[in-house]
C-alpha cells in the first residue's frame, strides 16, 4: 500500500481497533499484550504509515521549530553540541526543542514520534540506534533530518550526517605511536549507545595496531564496576612486555583510568603512556598534560545546524556525511 494509509486501514489489517492503533504510536503499551504491539507496529511498518499525517501532506505551515536529540544530556559534549546547534538555528529564526533519549531505543523512537506530531521544521539527531530502521518513519515523513557525532551504519546517502574523522584520527595515532617506541595498546571503551562513536575508534585501532605490528586489546567497561576494571586493568598491563600506550576512548573513562593509576602507584609515561579521546580542558593540568585526539562538538553542531537549514530550503540539500577533522594534542603523557 502506499504511504497515504490512515490509522483506520492499520487498525483493520492488524486486526485491533484504532485506539490501540493510536496509544501504540503514541507510546503507551500498558494496556495490550506484547504480541498486539508487535503485530500492530509489523503493520504500521508494512503500510509505511505516518502517524496523525500522510506521508505525502504538505507542510505549508511552518513552526520554526527544530527538534534536537541527544544521547545523554549530562555528557558535557553532548552539551556543547547542543549549543553549537543553537546559535546557529537562533540566529536563523529557529527555536530548538532539546530532547534526551538516556541512550534508550525506546526512549528515542517515542521522542522522535513527539517531535513529529509537535510539527517541528526538522530533526538533528545524536542516535542511539545504529540501525536506519529506528528512523525510517520520520525520514518517509519528509521531516527534513541530520544525524550528528554518532555513525548509524547503514545510513541512506540521501540521508545528512555530520561526525568526526574518528577512524582515521586513531589509525594515524598508531603511526605515532610506533615512532615513539611503544608496543602496545589497551584501549578502554564504555559503549553507551548502540551507535557509539567509540566503534570506529576502537576499529582505527585494530587496524593500525594490525599494520605496523602492535599487540592489540580492548577492554570495554559497560556492565562493570570500577572494581573489575582495576583489577582487569592492572592485569592485563602486568602481562604485556615493552612499553605500552593506553587509550581512554572517552571522558568518563579517563577519570577511572587515573583513579586506578591513583590507588596502584602507577604513574605515566613511566608505567604507561596515557592517551585521552578527548576531555574537558581540564587534562592539560594532570600532570604535565594529557595527550588527547580532541572533537571540536560545537562546530559540530553548526555544521548540522546548517545542512538541516539548507535541507528545510531545498530538500536536495544536505545529503551525504560531512566528516569533521581530529585534533591531536601533544602532550607529555607518551
Known amino acids: 500500500m502506499s504511504q497515504r494509509a ?6 483493520k489489517a492488524a486486526g485491533v481497533s484504532t485506539t490501540t492503533v493510536s496509544r501504540i504510536i503514541n507510546g503507551h503499551y500498558d494496556k495490550m499484550t506484547p504480541e498486539t504491539r508487535k503485530r500492530v507496529e509489523a503493520v504500521i511498518k508494512e503500510l509505511n ?15 520554526n521549530t527544530i ?25 536563523a529564526g529557529y527555536d530548538i526543542i532539546l530532547m534526551n533519549t538516556n541512550n534508550d531505543l525506546e526512549t528515542e523512537k517515542r521522542a522522535l514520534t513527539s517531535l513529529y506530531h509537535q510539527q517541528v521544521d526538522g530533526i538533528i539527531i545524536q542516535p542511539n540506534a545504529g540501525h536506519f530502521t529506528q528512523f525510517e518513519t520520520i525520514a518517509n515523513s519528509e521531516v527534513p533530518i541530520q544525524m550528528v557525532d554518532r ?4 545510513l541512506p546517502s540521501e540521508i545528512g550526517a555530520v561526525t568526526s574523522a574518528n ?11 610506533v615512532d615513539r617506541g611503544y608496543d602496545n595498546i589497551i584501549a578502554v571503551s564504555a559503549h553507551y549507545a548502540e551507535a557509539s562513536g567509540q566503534i570506529p575508534r576502537l576499529a582505527g585501532l585494530e587496524a593500525a595496531a594490525n599494520d ?26 602486568a602481562r604485556l612486555t615493552g612499553r605500552t600506550a593506553v587509550i581512554s576512548l572517552m571522558g568518563p573513562v579517563l577519570f577511572d583510568i587515573l583513579k586506578i593509576t591513583k590507588e596502584h602507584h602507577l604513574s605515566f609515561p613511566d608505567d604507561f603512556g596515557l592517551i585521552s ?43 551525504g556525511t560531512t566528516l569533521l577533522p581530529v585534533q591531536i594534542i601533544d602532550r607529555p603523557s607518551i
Open 277 to 319: 579521546f578527548d576531555d574537558w580542558e581540564w587534562s592539560r593540568y594532570v600532570g604535565d598534560g594529557i595527550f588527547l585526539l580532541k572533537q571540536d562538538m560545537e562546530l559540530m553542531g553548526n555544521y548540522a545546524a546548517r545542512k538541516v537549514l539548507a535541507q528545510i530550503d531545498n530538500k536536495k540539500s544536505g545529503a
Open 6 to 11: 490512515k490509522i483506520a486501514d492499520v487498525a
Open 67 to 91: 527538534g534536537v536529540l541527544v544521547g545523554d544530556i549530562s555528557n558535557p559534549f553532548s552539551s556543547l553540541l547542543a549549543k553549537g546547534i543553537d546559535v546557529v538555528l537562533k540566529e
Open 167 to 177: 577512524k582515521d584520527a586513531c589509525y594515524r595515532l598508531g603511526k605515532i605511536l
Open 49 to 63: 504509515f505516518v502517524p496523525l499525517a500522510s506521508a505525502q501532506r504538505l507542510r505549508v505551515n511552518k513552526s
Open 212 to 237: 605496523y605490528g602492535l599487540s592489540y586489546h580492548d577492554i570495554e567497561t559497560r556492565g562493570h564496576d570500577f572494581e573489575w576494571l582495576s583489577t582487569t586493568f592492572t592485569q592485563q598491563l
Open 151 to 154: 555513525e548509524v551504519w547503514d
